[in-house]
């Protein structure tokens, strides 16, 4: 893992599902089967299998094969920062 | 656009004790455009003075046109948990936005074999796959590991004992990991490798697995059945974190 994690913040994962929600809002869509491809590794995971840390104040989404950050995102009272450094592309299908 | 994402209102049509710490609430949702077993949806709550907080629930019911039903498990210190089980009663209100995921679904033509594992409150969507796949008269070869503390933690007990009796092809299997009663013939310990390759066996080698559960249980039974030789494409997972959220 990139970044070394204690027992509680390695307890406190989840499945990108979480955030479906609020990336839907952001998004227009569910995005939980959009393909992406992880920056550092390559490996190219659905947004709902990436692995996601959502105690903080910011949730980061971090790819199952690497643990490398993929997504972050926070947010303020009138806005979502989403910071997709991590990510190489999103996949969107086309309708 | 329709959607999903739209926030709704919901009014309780019906609330159900499920154990003394878990709790069903049927919800009728003008407009619900319908749901696949396994996806969720996001319960808002808004205080007087703007603060507000969100939370994702399974949702446990099969699709059943305008009604939707949630089961939620009192968390200690949830803020969300606790309203709805202190505060919340039949003919409020509730905002929420959904159906939400695609990933962490399941229907009948999707088939099988079905191997659903859940912790604790990871029954829920599980449930609703149940649900649906009786729903639709599926015969899909099935078999349930549910992993619960004491006999009395058990949601939807009876009801898993109804569908398990109904002859459609369904098994389930249950483990007790804090105490058992006298002469229970179940599993006793946490789930592990030998429990999984012992009740995915019957399944054969070309099962799709869901596990639902907190964490630790997740990563436990997607690891032992990628062990077992499951690819990573029939194994989908949905994580609750140490307890639930």
């Known amino acids: ?95 | 656009m329709v959607s999903a994402i739209a926030w709704r209102l919901g009014t309780v049509t019906d609330i159900t004790d499920e154990t003394t710490t878990v709790r069903s609430f049927r919800l009728d949702v003008p407009g619900w455009p319908g749901h696949r077993a396994g996806q969720h949806l996001d319960l808002r709550l808004t205080a007087e003075d703007g603060y507000s907080v969100e939370r994702s629930y399974s949702i446990a019911s099969a699709a059943d046109g305008s009604s939707v039903d949630i089961t939620v498990e009192r968390i200690p210190d949830g803020e969300v948990s606790a309203f709805l089980h202190d505060t919340v009663v039949v003919g409020d209100r509730l905002e929420l936005r959904g159906p939400i995921g695609g990933y962490f679904v399941w229907e009948p033509a999707n088939g099988g074999p079905l191997l659903l594992v859940g912790g604790g409150s990871g029954v829920v969507p599980l449930m609703a796959m149940l649900r649906d796949r009786m729903r639709q008269a599926s015969t899909v070869a099935t078999r349930l590991l549910s992993s619960s503390r004491h006999l009395e933690d058990i949601i939807y007990r009876e009801e898993l004992d109804r569908l398990a009796n109904a002859g459609d092809g369904l098994e389930v299997i249950h483990t007790l990991t804090r105490s058992q009663p006298v002469g229970w013939t179940g599993y006793a310990r946490r789930i592990d490798d030998r429990m999984l390759a012992e009740v995915a066996d019957p399944l054969g080698s070309s099962l799709r697995a869901y596990i639902c559960g907190p964490t630790a249980l997740v990563e436990t039974a997607a690891n032992a059945l990628s062990r077992l030789g499951l690819p990573p494409d029939r194994i989908r997972t949905e994580r609750f974190g140490p307890t639930g959220t």
């Open chain 1, 1 to 95: 893992m990139a970044d070394p994690m204690d027992d509680a913040t390695a307890a406190a994962m989840v499945d990108g599902n979480a955030l479906a929600g609020m990336l839907a809002s952001v998004f227009g869509e569910d995005v939980t089967m959009t393909p992406g491809r992880c920056a550092h590794c390559q490996t190219v995971s659905m947004v709902g299998e990436l692995r996601a840390y959502v105690r903080g104040p910011g949730r980061v989404l971090r790819c199952p094969a690497c643990g490398e950050v993929v997504l972050r995102v926070v947010e303020t009272s009138d806005s979502v920062y989403v910071d997709v450094r991590g990510a190489s592309y999103l996949r969107f299908s086309r309708r």
